[in-house]
């Protein structure tokens, strides 16, 4: 079965860093865009950062550039999202996404196939 797991959110101090996982279960993962997602209390899932097959295009959100990076490890089919510099305003569930293509690092939520469940990211201020 096609799985996305996310892993490493948690509760940080403004200024902060945390280091979210998405593990991915199923060989051809390992060649399909990346993306992360997030969502906070009554707003609509917005998009944060997406990768290609081979991390060699990366899309980034305006208000994480500069803190945020998204990487991958195909040898692991995992992919990362470093954060730094953490605000209150990061504040959200974030999700793992999939879209099954090697190209187009889509900000849409909608073009992408498999979800992850969510993990929670809590920036106190």
């Known amino acids: 079965q096609v799985q996305l797991v996310e892993s490493g959110g948690g509760l940080v101090q403004a200024g902060g860093s945390l280091r979210l996982s998405c593990a991915a279960s199923?060989?051809?993962?390992?060649?399909?865009?990346k993306g992360w997602f997030r969502q906070a209390p009554g707003q609509e899932r917005e998009f944060v950062a997406a990768?290609?097959?081979?991390?060699?295009?990366?899309t980034y959100t305006d208000s994480v550039k500069g803190r945020f990076t998204i990487s991958r490890d195909n040898a692991k089919n995992t992919v990362y999202l470093q954060m730094n510099s953490l605000k209150p305003e990061d504040t959200a569930v974030y999700y793992c996404a999939a879209r099954s293509t090697r190209w187009g690092t889509s900000r849409d939520a909608n073009d992408y196939d498999y979800w992850g469940q969510g993990t929670q990211v809590t920036v106190s201020s």
């Open positions: 199923g060989r051809a993962f390992s060649y399909y865009v």
């Open positions: 990768v290609n097959w081979n991390g060699g295009t990366t």
